[in-house]
């Protein structure tokens, strides 16, 4: 059996999140913060900077973010802000903020004017997908790509940026495999190890997360077939989940969780970058495009069987491929983005016949009690079909 090294090292870095983009930062490296799954990621490697994704502290009671944030603002984006009022991010060398939702724009003006690193950058994703909105969106990525440069102190070369383009394409195929694994009856990998290792790769470079992967995968293959074989296989839906332990509970409760719809987990990697001519063409139009994310909005057509048809295809893909037996919906409270379409994803699945649970809960879960009653209650449920 190989030794589980590589696992280790993604549970050290998932305890402690910000170590390697502080290590690199003493070695010379400057570190580029961003929100969501919007800014393209090709561009700060390219340049040799260090992508650093921006997540809260789920074990630290948000203060001083409330002295400028009300208290029915999303928590997750809360948590985020206050960490930066409080210095924990005062190793950013810049910042890069998509018009995800009108929360997280809110916070690129503030982070500007009270705790502004060298560089803070809006970068002005479109809503809507039709032609004019990929022109408009590659003058975007211009606009950001000049704006890194400035930071960088050097100029993007067409060549460095596809060779950064094919880095990160590997990076989320071996991601991609390591959630192949969780279709077989008994997955060898949890799905609470799975976020681990995703939230390890959100502040290191792509190379050295991609060197990380092929261990652990390495790992996962050696281990002992498991017999768990009847457990009831979870698809977990929603916006930001960051944290293993809301998985642990399903997992404890005694479901796989298999599969994922969440801007931590799938929504962020499973599409590549298309090989394009102009590399920022195949960035805008992966980015723009095949991440399917509630802020964006996808052409509705009649009758409504069609229109959730044409909306959630991708999410019946996934229930049929990892053979889903139930859905849980996490919902961050407040996330008005993802509120307004649960009740649509809820009437997809209802439509093929998968059970779904709503949960609308903290960024940092309170009444965890409750929220494991609510699980088992739903295992229980879908458990009584296998």
């Not at 004017?113 to 809503?127: A, Q, R, S």
């Not at 100029?155 to 694994?181: C, G, S």
């Not at 190379?207 to 457990?231: D, F, G, K, W």
């Amino acid at each position: 059996m190989v030794q589980a090294l590589g696992m280790q090292r993604v549970e050290d870095l998932y305890h402690d999140r910000t170590r390697r983009a502080q290590e690199l930062r003493t070695q010379g490296r400057k570190v580029v913060g961003y929100f969501c799954c919007y800014p393209p990621v090709e561009l700060l490697s390219a340049l040799d900077l260090v992508p650093y994704r921006i997540q809260g502290d789920v074990d630290q009671q948000v203060q001083a973010g409330d002295e400028y944030l009300e208290t029915m603002t999303c928590s997750f984006v809360r948590s985020c802000f206050d960490l930066a009022l409080t210095g924990k991010y005062d190793f950013l060398d810049g910042l890069v903020v998509p018009h995800s939702c009108d929360t997280v724009q809110r916070i690129y003006d503030m982070w500007r004017g009270l705790c502004p690193p060298d560089l803070v950058h809006f970068l002005n994703v479109p809503h809507m997908v039709q032609p004019s909105s990929f022109d408009f969106f590659k003058q975007e990525l211009l606009r950001l790509q000049s704006a890194l440069e400035d930071l960088a102190g050097k100029k993007l070369e067409p060549e460095t940026l596809r060779q950064a383009v094919d880095a990160h394409n590997e990076n989320r195929a071996l991601l991609r495999r390591l959630y192949e694994l969780r279709k077989s009856d008994a997955p060898p990998i949890a799905g609470s190890e799975v976020l681990k290792v995703i939230v390890a790769g959100m502040g290191m470079p792509v190379a050295e997360h991609n060197a990380l992967m092929r261990q652990i995968i390495a790992e996962v293959l050696s281990r002992p077939t498991c017999e768990n074989v009847n457990r009831p296989r979870v698809m977990l839906c929603g916006s930001e989940i960051d944290n293993a332990t809301f998985i642990r509970m399903l997992e404890e409760a005694g479901a796989d969780v298999v599969v994922d719809d969440l801007c931590t987990g799938t929504r962020s990697f499973w599409a590549n970058v298309p090989t394009t001519s102009d590399p920022l063409d195949g960035i805008a139009f992966r980015y723009l495009n095949d991440i399917n994310c509630p802020r964006t909005y996808r052409s509705q057509s009649q009758p409504r069987a069609a229109d959730l048809e044409n909306r959630f295809s991708f999410l019946g893909r996934f229930a049929h491929d990892f053979r889903v037996d139930g859905v849980v919906l996490c919902i961050i409270r407040f996330c008005d983005t993802h509120e307004l379409e649960a009740p649509d994803v809820i009437d997809y699945f209802s439509s093929k016949g998968i059970p779904t649970l709503h949960l609308e809960e903290e960024y940092r879960l309170a009444n965890i009690g409750q929220i494991k009653t609510r699980l088992e209650a739903f295992l229980e449920t879908i458990g009584g079909n296998l």
